[in-house]
T-cell receptor, first 115, second 110 residues
Framework: DAGVIQSPRHEVTEMGQEVTLRCKPI?????LFWYRQTMMRGLELLIY????????DSGMPEDRFSAKMPNASFSTLKIQPSEPRDSAVYFC?????????????FGAGTRLSVL | GQNIDQPTEMTATEGAIVQINCTYQ??????LFWYQQHAGEAPTFLSY????GLEEKGRFSSFLSRSKGYSYLLLKELQMKDSASYLC???????????FGTGTRLKVLA
C-alpha cells in the first residue's frame, strides 16, 4: 500500500487567503484523523472521522477551520480565512478499528506558512 | 483535563542506554503508544502497552504502570540514527481519541 498521502507538501499563502489541505487514507482504514503540530503545543488532534462521519471536532480551534470526508478515500481540511498563527505542520493519519493496537499511520504532512 | 508530560530534550552517547519517561493524566485509558519522529518527517509507530509491564522489541523496550500513570521507553545500544523526537500518546477509553505529549528530542553523540 502507498500509505497515507497528503497534498500539498508545502503551502505558502498570505493572511486572509483560503487554504485547503488534502488527504487520502490507507485503503480499508475506517478512521481518519487530522492533527496540527507546532513546537510549542506538539501534536494536537483537530478532528477525527469514522466511516466518513465526524466523531469529535472538539480540537478544531475556531470556525475558520472546517473538515470534510466525502468518501472513504478522501478528506479535506480547510482554513478560511488563514492567519499567521495557523502556520504549522498538518498531519493526516488513519487506522483500522477492531485491531488490538489500532496503530495510527501518518502521512508526510503539509507544512503551512501564512505570511 | 488531559495532560501528558515528557522531558523536552535528552542527550546520550552512541552505544549507551537511554530512558525516556512519560507521565499522563487522562479521562480514561485504553493504551499507551510511543512514536518516533525524525526531523521533517511523519511520526512512525514504535511500541504499544495496554497492560502493566515491559514490552520488548529488539533494541527498544517500553514499560507501563497504569496505577502510577507512568511509562518509559528504553533504547539500548544507541545509534546515530536514533537521534529523533519520541512522542508518548494515550488513547482515551471508549473513543479513538489520542492525546500526544509534546515529545522528547533525543540527540545521540558520537
Amino acid at each position: 500500500d502507498a500509505g497515507v498521502i497528503q497534498s500539498p507538501r508545502h503551502e505558502v499563502t498570505e493572511m486572509g487567503q483560503e487554504v485547503t489541505l488534502r488527504c487520502k487514507p490507507i485503503s480499508g482504514h475506517d478512521y481518519l484523523f487530522w492533527y496540527r503540530q507546532t513546537m510549542m503545543r506538539g501534536l494536537e488532534l483537530l478532528i477525527y472521522f469514522n466511516n466518513n462521519v465526524p466523531i469529535d471536532d472538539s480540537g478544531m480551534p475556531e470556525d475558520r477551520f472546517s473538515a470534510k470526508m466525502p468518501n472513504a478515500s478522501f478528506s479535506t481540511l480547510k482554513i478560511q480565512p488563514s492567519e499567521p498563527r495557523d502556520s504549522a505542520v498538518y498531519f493526516c493519519a488513519s487506522t483500522l478499528s477492531g485491531r488490538a493496537k489500532n496503530i495510527q499511520y501518518f502521512g508526510a504532512g503539509t507544512r503551512l506558512s501564512v505570511l | 483535563g488531559q495532560n501528558i508530560d515528557q522531558p523536552t530534550e535528552m542527550t546520550a552517547t552512541e552505544g549507551a542506554i537511554v530512558q525516556i519517561n512519560c507521565t499522563y493524566q487522562t479521562s480514561g485509558f485504553n493504551g499507551l503508544f510511543w512514536y518516533q519522529q525524525h526531523a521533517g518527517e511523519a511520526p512512525t509507530f514504535l511500541s504499544y502497552n495496554v497492560l502493566d509491564g515491559l514490552e520488548e522489541k529488539g533494541r527498544f523496550s517500553s514499560f507501563l504502570s497504569r496505577s502510577k500513570g507512568y511509562s518509559y521507553l528504553l533504547l539500548k545500544e544507541l545509534q546515530m540514527k536514533d537521534s529523533a523526537s519520541y512522542l508518548c500518546a494515550v488513547r482515551v477509553s471508549g473513543t479513538y481519541k489520542y492525546i500526544f505529549g509534546t515529545g522528547t528530542r533525543l540527540k545521540v553523540l558520537a
